[in-house]
């Protein structure tokens, strides 16, 4: 469950209480890890995996009654929030709603100084984060000059950090850099209590970091050498996606730069060691998404239409995984490894002892021989029902084929009625030591709360459930569940 489906009155989810409410019913029903997805601000599309920055927090989610009762705005501030709709994320007006109130709560808290402040010193915040702070701040501040336009059209003079850090800014810049940073202070500090909210109930969290950043980022223009782009204008030499598969006859075309791991290794993958720094700062577990991309990645022309037309490429491989483990010795890893891997993808994800993960949805409609059978699951992995990717698995089930719905019957031995409950139980049961359920799953929802549709550009990472769900999941399935988990052991 995405923070962003939180239920409150400010137009998507934030840090607020009903992250204390939804962790109130994880621990009540026996959950001990709650799963996010990218952390990150969006842009364009709003997708979490297409931030402005790999390090930086969304100030989407950021709490504003906390800077209401923090004296840095009024409760009129809200007012145009509040009118936003309830049941879903509308990006479009809260683009145009948000960010004027955020700035008007920077503006306040820099005419005091930055005192008595609820979060720490500001000060510090920014010393502690400098080596990737600065960059991305400057980076929206300059995106907002060029009125939003992707960093490869701006000037010259500002294309790269290290031409802006010596070109002469704008004082309207400087000052909404200042504005930028404040905002990841303020995430930060009411990411903070999160945590601290979940590890007082005895849950972790598990973060989520995209192999490939976003070409329009802070990541790209802060540090170009590191990626496979013209050094000059910014111009990729080839993108990343994924050959036609399960989602997509033609495959899908991300767009995103590819890296230049020779100088990522040269460097002793520094950037990524704080990368991950910065993610374990978030949460005490990572899934790394497109594990397979560190074994090998599919490179396609810059000027493709299509994904069809790539190549596979030798990505990292062990030394990746060994300068990680060099670095950060507890570093705890998920392989996100769907799709259809060579053998090398699993004898590199074995070879660093990461859990893979499975997936129900694809396991029926074939023969015995399919890995994501319950039969033919390890113990090494994590088993969910479906993903942010899939559809609810009620949603999947409607719209399944007659094969596929007679083999769930048959191999679960059940009648298909309550099968979101029927993937519950698989999942707990399985022979895998991690079960991660989406909350639509949980709930019984059908395919009008399905979380994204990959390929589909518009009407994704909208949904959002109400506090009287969750009420109704605590009340009728949280001693269920706590059952399940002490029969199956988990």
């Known amino acids: 469950m995405h923070p962003t489906s939180l239920p409150n009155d400010q137009g998507i989810g934030v840090l607020n209480e009903a992250v204390d409410h939804f962790l109130d019913t994880l621990k009540a029903s026996g959950v001990t890890n709650w799963q996010v997805c990218p952390l990150g601000p969006t842009g364009y599309g709003d997708s979490p995996y297409q931030c402005f920055s790999s390090f930086a927090g969304n100030p989407y989610l950021i709490d504003l009654k906390a800077l209401v009762d923090a004296g840095l705005l009024i409760q009129n501030d809200l007012n145009d929030l509040q009118a936003l709709p309830r049941e879903h994320v509308d990006y479009g007006w809260l ?85 930028y940073a404040f905002f990841q202070y303020l995430f930060y500090g009411q990411w903070n209590r999160v945590r601290a909210a979940a590890r007082q109930r005895g849950i972790q969290l598990i973060g989520d970091t995209p192999i490939f950043v976003a070409r329009d980022s802070a990541d790209v223009w802060s540090c170009p050498e590191l990626f496979q782009i013209d050094q000059e204008t910014g111009v990729p030499l080839a993108v990343a996606g994924v050959p036609p598969d399960y989602f997509s006859a033609d495959g899908q075309l991300w767009g995103n730069p590819l890296y230049d791991w020779d100088r990522h290794a040269a460097e002793g993958y520094a950037w990524w060691l704080r990368r991950l720094t910065a993610n374990f700062e978030l949460c005490d577990i990572v899934r790394i998404d497109h594990f397979r991309a560190f074994d090998t990645y599919w490179s396609i022309p810059a000027t493709a239409t299509t994904a069809k037309t790539g190549e596979w490429k030798k990505g990292p491989g062990l030394g990746f995984f060994k300068a990680i483990k060099a670095a950060l010795p507890d570093a705890r890893l998920i392989a996100e490894d769907l799709g259809d891997l060579f053998e090398s993808v699993r004898v590199l994800r074995d070879a660093c002892g990461l859990p893979g993960m499975s997936i129900l949805q694809f396991a029926f409609g074939g023969d015995a021989t399919n890995l994501y059978l319950p039969d033919n699951l390890v113990a090494n992995a994590v088993v969910y029902p479906g993903t942010h990717d899939n559809n609810t698995t009620l949603g999947w089930y409607t719209a399944a084929s007659a094969k596929e719905q007679e083999h769930v019957r048959q191999y679960l031995k059940i009648d298909g009625r309550e099968i979101g409950w029927d993937f519950i139980r698989a999942a707990y049961a399985s022979v895998s030591r991690l079960a991660i359920i989406p909350l639509q799953d949980l709930m019984s929802l059908g395919a009008s709360a399905r979380f994204n549709t990959p390929g589909v550009a518009a009407g994704n990472w909208q949904w959002r459930y109400t506090a009287a769900q969750l009420a109704e999941l605590q009340r009728t399935s949280s001693s269920y569940l706590r059952q399940l988990a002490v029969t199956h052991n988990r």
């Open 95 to 179: 683009y145009v709603t948000k960010w004027p109130v955020l700035f008007r709560a920077f503006a306040a808290a820099k005419a005091a100084k930055f005192k008595k402040l609820p979060w720490g010193e500001f000060k510090a915040f920014r010393k502690a984060h400098d080596s990737w702070l600065d960059g991305y701040a400057l980076f929206m501040a300059l995106k907002d000059h060029y009125e939003g336009q992707p960093w490869w059209t701006w000037a010259r003079e500002h294309r790269f950090l290290k031409r802006a850090h010596i070109a002469a800014l704008p004082a309207s810049v400087t000052e909404k850099a200042e504005a």
